[in-house]
């Protein structure tokens, strides 16, 4: 796979990876969480290693350096964490879709993308004079139809 096409591929988007902030309205009064600066206090959950990160949407603001992180290894465990009071995670939506449908997590505020990074996108790629091969065009059109079903389904 691949983040963006290139011209000497063929690629096929598999999966636009919308992040979101997400936040446990048990433990929050969500009504006063509307904006980047609203969260100047709460501990900031992240999962390590993705591409996008509070860092990398916060870094130009001035209280950025007093502010409470919590790391994890795993988006299960940033989801687990904002659910129990931890703080706000930032995470992918269709992770967490069924805490969302329970009500469980909540989505306080859309970003900006005038001043946020973009979510990472998804390709999945082959080389052009592979494209006819029909074991490949088979495996690419499963893998594209697997992704829309499981994010159907879990969007329901």
């Given at each position: 796979?691949?983040?963006?096409?290139?011209?000497?591929?063929?690629?096929?988007l598999?999966?636009?990876?919308?992040?979101?902030?997400?936040i446990?309205?048990?433990?929050?009064?969500?009504?006063?969480?509307?904006?980047?600066?609203d969260?100047?206090g709460?501990?900031?959950?992240?999962?390590?290693?993705?591409?996008?990160?509070?860092?990398?949407?916060?870094?130009?603001?001035r209280?950025?350096?007093?502010?409470?992180?919590?790391?994890?290894?795993?988006?299960?465990?940033?989801?687990?964490?904002?659910?129990?009071?931890?703080?706000?995670?930032?995470?992918?939506?269709?992770?967490?879709?069924?805490l969302?449908?329970?009500?469980?997590?909540?989505?306080?505020?859309?970003?900006?993308?005038?001043?946020?990074?973009?979510?990472?996108?998804?390709?999945?790629?082959?080389?052009?004079?592979?494209?006819?091969?029909?074991?490949?065009?088979?495996?690419?059109?499963?893998?594209?139809?697997?992704?829309?079903?499981?994010?159907?389904?879990?969007?329901?």
């Amino acid at each position: 796979y691949r983040f963006q096409p290139a011209p000497e591929f063929s690629s096929n988007l598999l999966l636009a990876d919308e992040i979101v902030p997400l936040i446990a309205p048990e433990h929050f009064d969500v009504s006063k969480i509307n904006t980047l600066e609203d969260l100047r206090g709460i501990t900031l959950i992240d999962t390590a290693r993705r591409l996008l990160s509070w860092q990398s949407i916060l870094h130009n603001k001035r209280w950025f350096n007093k502010q409470a992180f919590l790391t994890v290894s795993y988006s299960v465990h940033s989801l687990e964490a904002a659910r129990l009071g931890l703080g706000i995670a930032l995470a992918n939506r269709h992770n967490a879709s069924q805490l969302i449908k329970r009500k469980q997590l909540v989505i306080p505020f859309h970003f900006d993308p005038k001043t946020t990074p973009r979510s990472p996108r998804y390709y999945i790629s082959t080389f052009k004079h592979h494209k006819q091969n029909k074991a490949i065009s088979k495996l690419t059109k499963w893998l594209i139809n697997q992704g829309n079903t499981d994010l159907q389904r879990t969007d329901k």
